[in-house]
């Protein structure tokens, strides 16, 4: 079966200090990936999602970014935090276009406090 | 661009009372549709999912939505109310085609109260 790992389940990072979570996926080939972002009252912002390695579409101008450098691999990286970073970050999987309306499935979330 | 929207952001019933939760979808054709459940500090949980198959969904914990193109609708219930059914809901769509992404609403928190 398939399962999908996030870590670190839980993160305080000064402002201007760099960020890197990283979520894997097993059990199954080629995923679509997606990271999202959840704010108090705001619901799940979606910020990136890729349908293979390198390929990365971004959904909202911001200061993170997101890499793919291996098949079921996804990271979300910013250079910079800023305040307004923080959040709850989920990251999610699902399987390839024929099989889109199975749904997403997701990690147990990373909490980033930027203090 | 495809969207969903949840009116109600917090809703609370008693326990063993009705569970209505409303979404509502914007798109030219009908897309695939999907609550989800989330519990405090967790990932979510898929509920259940429309696909173009049966309109009446039917899902894990009781709960069940019906999908209605002439009301852009796919409200969730569930006939009696649990406390474990405390939580926060969104429901969620995909394009049938084109790019992947699945588009949230902004979530209704349940509260049952005893």
């Known amino acids: 079966s398939q399962t999908i790992h996030q870590w670190p389940a839980t993160l305080v990072q000064p402002v201007g200090s760099p960020l890197s979570l990283e979520c894997t996926v097993e059990g199954t080939s080629n995923p679509n990936l997606y990271w999202y972002r959840q704010a108090a009252g705001r619901g799940l912002q979606l910020l990136f999602y890729?349908?293979?390695?390198?390929?990365i579409s971004s959904e909202v101008p911001q200061n993170l970014s997101a890499s793919r450098p291996q098949d079921r691999q996804f990271i979300l990286s910013s250079k910079k935090l800023l305040l307004s970073d923080s959040g709850f970050y989920l990251c999610a999987w699902s399987a390839i276009d024929s099989s889109r309306g199975v749904g997403a499935f997701f990690g147990q979330g990373t909490r980033l406090t930027v203090v | 661009a495809q969207s969903v929207t949840q009116l109600g952001s917090h809703v609370s019933v008693s326990e063993g009372a009705l569970v209505l939760l409303r979404c509502n979808y914007s798109?030219?054709?009908?897309?695939?549709l999907f609550w989800y459940v989330q519990y405090p500090n967790q990932g979510l949980q898929l509920l259940l999912k429309y696909t173009s198959a049966a309109t009446l969904v039917k899902g894990i914990n009781g709960f069940e939505a019906e999908f209605k193109k002439s009301e852009t609708s796919f409200h969730l219930t569930k006939p009696s109310a649990h406390m474990s059914d405390a939580a926060e809901y969104f429901c969620?769509?995909?394009?049938?085609?084109?790019?992947?992404?699945?588009?949230f609403g902004t979530g209704t928190r349940l509260k049952v109260l005893a």
């Open positions: 798109s030219s054709v009908p897309p695939y």
């Open positions: 969620a769509v995909s394009e049938t085609s084109g790019t992947y992404k699945y588009i």
């Open positions: 890729s349908v293979g390695i390198g390929q």
